[in-house]
């Protein structure tokens, strides 16, 4: 009997779930129509499919279903308020040009515009055009926004901009191959775990990238060029930065400041301000990156210990560290670090130097603080006090050592980013 009643459990289920799929229907909106009136009338589950054309509108999507551009149709927002708004769960949004949202930053005015509990979204293949905030997605889990291009209001002061995407207290979200421009910061990430950002391109904003307070991520395979700052780690623990490029930025390529427990390998940093910041970072692995034909490679500081950072190449980088301690601090304790400006010897042949590379020395820390020093770098005085500081400890300043420095670079292919170079 128990059998009898299970099976016509499952069979009254399937039943409700073919009946489901059976009676969704399909909405197509025509140009002269109005986008938010075929989504009003549809219900839960419903497709409604928006024919090329020029659509002014500010749509509400109250209900699960899929709002489907064919051959890219635009919804104008005329300047004014979001141009979508998605208030339930398991809403699609695919295949339209978003334009002219409004410019209320107080407002957070969106080209889409994710309400809190609206789970599970799937934003792709749309092309956003000077809206303030590209997409704004909080408290919302599992969302999907993929394939994007979004460009904001170009014209606007940086600090008058949205973000391209924005996430605020977002769970098990992926980030994936979108390109973002003239915004004020690519992507902002705020108190948002468990997210995947792969394969986007940032450029021309502030910040390519900006984390805060956010835990469990995974970063790679991204690009960052021509803003500000690439990427900005602030506040945050065990993330996953791996095989990104991030080049020709005004200030830095990677910033990880107040950072623990969080990997960052195999990323190429290139023509950069600095290369990477390091501030108050801990218990952190930096691994097989390429930094390169930066102004200063890494600018290292405020109590960044005890970190691994092993198998990194420091190319061309016009100061390979500037460094803010009162103490050494060893690098490459189990394999080494390759620096270009290495000028020791390798008697036995096994590739590894046998005297220590130090970073900084007393002429270094004179540069520093009296930048017109430079002028006389190649003066006779100054390279006799860079020869005595090496031969007598008491005029030793703290610096990065590496007592196993590399001859020659872990990365094969370094070559190819030499036309980047930040003067």
């Known amino acids: 009997m128990k059998k009898v009643v299970r099976t016509l459990g499952w069979l009254i289920a399937l039943t409700a779930l073919w009946l489901d799929v059976a009676i969704a ?37 109250d209900k699960p279903l899929r709002l489907q551009g064919v051959n890219r149709p635009t919804i104008s927002g005329e300047n004014q308020g979001d141009v979508i708004r998605v208030k339930s769960p398991d809403v699609v949004i695919e295949g339209f040009i978003i334009r002219d949202s409004g410019d209320d930053l107080t407002a957070q005015n969106a080209g889409v515009y994710v309400e809190p509990g609206a789970h599970r979204a799937i934003i792709r293949n749309n092309d956003f055009a000077y809206t303030l905030f590209g997409l704004w997605l909080e408290k919302a889990n599992g969302l999907e926004v993929t394939n994007n291009l979004i460009t904001g209001k170009r014209d606007f002061a940086s600090a008058q901009r949205g973000n391209g995407i924005q996430l605020y207290n977002c769970y098990d979200a992926k980030i994936i191959g979108n390109n973002i421009s003239f915004v004020r910061d690519g992507i902002y990430v705020d108190v948002s775990f468990r997210v995947l950002f792969r394969g986007n391109k940032m450029h021309h904003a502030r910040y390519g990238t900006h984390y805060m307070n956010s835990h469990d991520n995974i970063w790679e395979d991204n690009e960052s060029y021509k803003n500000r700052g690439g990427l900005a780690l602030m506040e945050v623990r065990r993330q996953i930065v791996r095989n990104n490029r991030t080049w020709d930025n005004s200030d830095h390529g990677i910033m990880l400041r107040t950072i623990q427990d969080s990997v960052v390998e195999n990323n190429i940093i290139v023509g950069n301000s600095k290369g990477f910041f390091i501030y108050d970072a801990e218990y952190n692995v930096l691994k097989g990156n390429l930094v390169m034909g930066n102004r200063v490679g890494v600018h290292l500081w405020a109590g960044s210990i005890n970190n691994d950072v092993d198998h990194n190449d420091f190319i061309q980088n016009r100061d390979q560290i500037r460094y803010v301690a009162t103490r050494n601090e060893e690098w490459g304790k189990k394999e080494g670090n390759y620096w270009s400006n290495y000028v020791g010897w390798d008697a ?68 190819d980013w030499l036309g980047i170079q930040r003067d």
């Open 25 to 61: 229907a399909e909405w197509i909106v025509q140009p002269g129509a109005s986008i938010s009136a075929a989504v009003q009338a549809a219900a839960a589950g419903d497709t409604v499919k928006v024919e090329r054309g020029y659509y002014v509108d500010h749509v509400v999507i």
């Open 348 to 415: 036995n042949g096994d590739g590894i130097g046998d005297t220590p590379y130090e970073a900084n020395d007393v002429v270094d820390r004179l540069n520093w603080k009296y930048p017109l020093v430079k002028l006389l770098l190649n003066s006779p005085a100054v390279q006799s006090l860079r020869l005595i500081a090496r031969q007598f400890p008491l005029l030793r300043g703290p610096s990065v050592v590496d007592n196993h420095p590399r001859l020659l670079p872990y990365r094969s292919n370094w070559s």
